[in-house]
């Protein structure tokens, strides 16, 4: 067999039928739990201004460094700005909320959402460079209790999905910006003379962003960290009191955590609470997702003083998880029922019956070409239909049709007027089928 010609772009990959079983299956999961807590869906741009990235996130992390997907166009005028893929949602929504004036809403104002981003990243197992993610934030208010109910949102979420339980939450206070400054420039001082002892991607990262270095994985590095200052020891008592009783309010939800004074998170615009969820195995390395608080990113992004916090959630790492848990998601694209025809009057009924079939709720394949009976049967079996329905000449001519169980191999000819009510019987009553109806009270159907 020949190679094909065209692949998919390195770090990307085709979200098959299968797993976009899965895909429903966490969006159905997280929509559920964030209707209950009262957050409603946005959807911002896939690219946008490449300096609210810059400024919001920090010009000197790994992802404006070396990872934004650039947008360039060949009628780009002098004065129209760079544009970038986002890279993750929360830059993109707090413009949104300052662009669309959302401070006159009653805050906090929760808002999830629930799709692609993209990072120039070097492609390695579980991280892609088109990838999926669910975002929860809370912008307006801020108490412990808000981050709180966040994180107790999450653990629901997860715990809907059977993964909880591979999964430790790692939560951390890093204070306020001008307690981290003041470690910072410690951190810096404490390792004057000591930089040859670093491997090279951590000496950069105390020259532009010292706070990453608390969370290398290098041996050298975390060696030389155990007799380093600890941001904790500049926290102001506000921050202490903050974090505490944040540790109090999970006490009571019943939420699991551990804390890690190393937690930093890579982002620029996070403040006081950090957290991730990590797992129990391998720690960070196949991390679901992480998130804290940001109360100076909307004003850095030109709004009023906002607090707010969030998380992001990769919805690839959580369908790994849930592989491994051996965690099945529930498949509603089964074929019910194959209709099988031989002949042109055959092939016309048969056209009108699949129609009624599928108005109905039944999942319904029909075979229309001219294949043999025996090879439409064959097809049959592949789908792994429960019913078939066949019709040929004679049952046209005589009303009727042939119904096969499939499984138990057994066949009786039916009058054709009663094939509907009799498969939706078999298939446990017009409550059991896939139908929806449109109307001001919607039902809950899959959404993209």
């Not at 929504?93 to 006159?104: A, L, N």
């Not at 809403?105 to 692609?116: F, S």
């Not at 720690?283 to 804290?292: I, P």
Request: aromatic share 8%.
């Amino acid at each position: 067999m020949s190679q094909p010609q065209y692949r998919t772009p390195k770090g990307t990959h085709d979200v098959l039928p299968e797993d976009h079983q899965y895909m429903t299956y966490i969006k159905k999961a997280v929509r559920h739990r964030c209707r209950q807590a009262g957050y409603k869906r946005i959807d911002t741009p896939l690219f946008e201004q490449k300096d609210i990235f810059e400024r919001g996130i920090g010009e000197h992390t790994d992802i404006v460094e070396k990872e934004l997907f650039l947008v360039s166009s060949k009628q780009k005028a002098d004065d129209e700005p760079e544009f970038a893929l986002r890279p993750e949602f929360t830059a993109g929504i707090c413009r949104s909320y300052i662009e669309h004036g959302m401070q006159q809403l009653p805050q906090p104002v929760e808002l999830y959402a629930i799709g692609q981003c993209f990072r120039h990243d070097r492609p390695q197992k579980g991280r892609y460079r088109q990838f999926h993610q669910f975002n929860l934030e809370v912008i307006g208010l801020k108490d412990p209790s808000i981050d709180a109910q966040l994180i107790h949102v999450l653990t629901k979420v997860f715990s809907d999905l059977k993964i909880l339980d591979r999964l430790t939450m790692q939560i951390n206070n890093i204070g306020t910006a001008e307690n981290r400054i003041a470690f910072v420039e410690a951190l810096k001082d404490f390792f004057i003379g000591k930089e040859h002892s670093l491997p090279e991607l951590d000496r950069e990262r105390l020259q532009e962003n010292p706070l990453r270095v608390l969370d290398s994985k290098e041996e050298d590095t975390q060696i030389l960290l155990k007799s380093a200052p600890t941001l904790e020891q500049f926290l102001d008592e506000e921050s202490k009191l903050y974090h505490a009783t944040l540790l109090e309010y999970l006490d009571a939800l019943g939420v699991v955590y551990e804390t890690n004074p190393s937690l930093v998170r890579g982002l620029d615009y996070y403040t006081q609470t950090v957290f991730e969820f990590w797992d129990s195995e391998t720690k960070g390395q196949n991390a679901v997702g992480g998130g804290g608080r940001y109360d100076g990113l909307i004003e850095l992004l030109g709004g009023k003083s906002t607090p707010g916090i969030g998380f992001a959630g990769g919805m690839e790492r959580t369908i790994w998880h849930m592989k491994q848990a051996g965690v099945q998601a529930p498949n509603k694209d089964q074929v019910d029922v194959f209709v099988a025809q031989l002949g042109s009057e055959a092939k016309k009924t048969c056209l009108k019956l699949i129609s009624d079939l599928r108005e109905k709720g039944v999942h319904t394949l029909g075979a229309l070409g001219e294949a043999s009976l025996k090879s439409q049967m064959r097809l049959a079996d592949k789908f792994e239909v429960r019913y078939a329905l066949l019709l040929g000449k004679m049952e046209v001519k005589n009303s009727t049709i042939i119904l096969r169980d499939m499984a138990a191999g057994k066949q009786k000819e039916i009058p054709l007027a009663k094939a509907i009510p009799t498969v939706i019987d078999l298939l446990g009553g017009a409550e059991s089928l896939d139908t929806y109806t449109l109307k001001d009270q919607f039902v809950e159907i899959d959404e993209d």
